[in-house]
Nanobody, 115 residues
Framework: QVQLVESGGGLVQPGGSLRLSCATS????????VGWYRQTPGKQREMVAV???????NYVDSVKGRFTISRDNAENTVYLQMNFLKPEDTAVYYC?????????WGQGTQVTVSS
């Protein structure tokens, strides 16, 4: 079965850092594009960062220069390094993988940025 499991979320003070991980199984990981999305109550889920099979990346403007998406094909894992965190980054963060019209989602991990 396809599984995506996020980890690394938690409570952090403004200006702090977190590294999210998304461990995948049940897929040929290397052929998928990968991405991170986030959602807060009352708002639509938004794209945070995507990384294509060709290693191209795209970030939402609000995180450019602060967040970095990466992947380790040997470990079938996606990462999101988040630095200089702000309260507005508070959300549930979801990992996904995409191959054409096929999309798989994880269950999400909570990130709370607060003093």
């Amino acid at each position: 079965q396809v599984q995506l499991v996020e980890s690394g979320g938690g409570l952090v003070q403004p200006g702090g850092s977190l590294r999210l991980s998304c461990a995948t199984s049940g897929i040929t990981f290397s052929i998928y594009a990968v991405g991170w999305y986030r959602q807060t109550p009352g708002k639509q889920r938004e794209m945070v960062a995507v990384l294509g099979r060709d290693r191209s990346t795209n970030y939402v403007d609000s995180v450019k220069g602060r967040f970095t998406i990466s992947r380790d094909n040997a470990e079938n894992t996606v990462y999101l390094q988040m630095n200089f965190l702000k309260p507005e980054d508070t959300a549930v963060y979801y990992c996904n993988v995409v191959l054409g019209t096929i999309v798989h989602w994880g269950q999400g991990t909570q990130v709370t940025v607060s003093s």
